[in-house]
């Protein structure tokens, strides 16, 4: 929900969009170039494919940090048991931070909990500009919610809490401070 509510109000702002999304109920907003993906592989791959072309990159997604390491198209049996070996995924936005440039790269940690620390360490670690922490775990929070309350942290180490509010006013929070980012640019 929350990169739907982005890419809707960088639209509002006039902004080129390209929405790239896993599966979701969210209708993609009119205006964005909707690209959807169904696996970690396939979003690092779309989201590779139109990185050269981007000013800014705002990723919500919490990819999924594993993924079995062998699927099969069939069916599986039933069976006394069963062990499942997961591969680690490719981090998709750490690959960005290395290779960002001039960009501007916003990226988003989802926390149970306000883990600040942290949140700074993943800031770092990807070479993000800002990052968004999101307790995932706060009442009104967390990925199926309308409302979310988070954090931004810059990196310079300024970090804003918000209040719980409505995810259209937490992406026009982060498009702000974006903007403060680039102040050239006068509208997104």
Same mark, same amino acid.
């Given at each position: 929900k929350m990169g739907f509510a982005v890419a809707?109000?960088?639209? +509002?702002?006039?902004?080129?969009v390209t929405l790239i999304s896993g599966p979701s109920s969210q209708c993609p907003p009119q205006g964005a170039d909707f690209m959807p993906v169904e696996t970690a592989d396939g979003m690092r791959n779309a989201v590779l494919k139109r990185f050269p072309n981007a000013a800014a990159v705002i990723m919500t997604s919490a990819v999924a940090?594993?993924?079995?390491?062998? %699927?099969?198209? %069939?069916?599986? +049996?039933?069976?006394?048991?069963?062990?499942?070996?997961l591969k680690k995924t490719p981090d998709i936005l750490k690959?960005?931070? +290395?290779k960002k440039g001039r960009r501007i790269l916003i990226g988003f940690a989802a926390e149970a909990g306000r883990n600040v620390m942290s949140a700074k360490d993943k800031l770092k670690n990807k070479n993000l500009d800002l990052i968004v922490l999101n307790d995932v775990t706060a009442q009104g929070s967390g990925f199926d919610a309308d409302t979310n309350i988070v954090t931004i942290i810059s990196k310079k180490g300024e970090v804003k809490d918000y209040p719980l509010m409505?995810?259209?006013e937490v992406a026009d929070n982060i498009l702000d401070r974006l903007l403060q980012?680039?102040?050239? +640019?006068?509208r997104l």
């Open positions: 809707r109000a960088a639209l +509002r702002r006039g902004a080129d940090d594993f993924a079995p390491a062998v %699927s099969v198209k %069939s069916k599986i +049996r039933k069976t006394d048991a069963m062990t499942l070996n690959e960005l931070g +290395r409505q995810k259209d980012l680039q102040p050239q +640019r006068r």
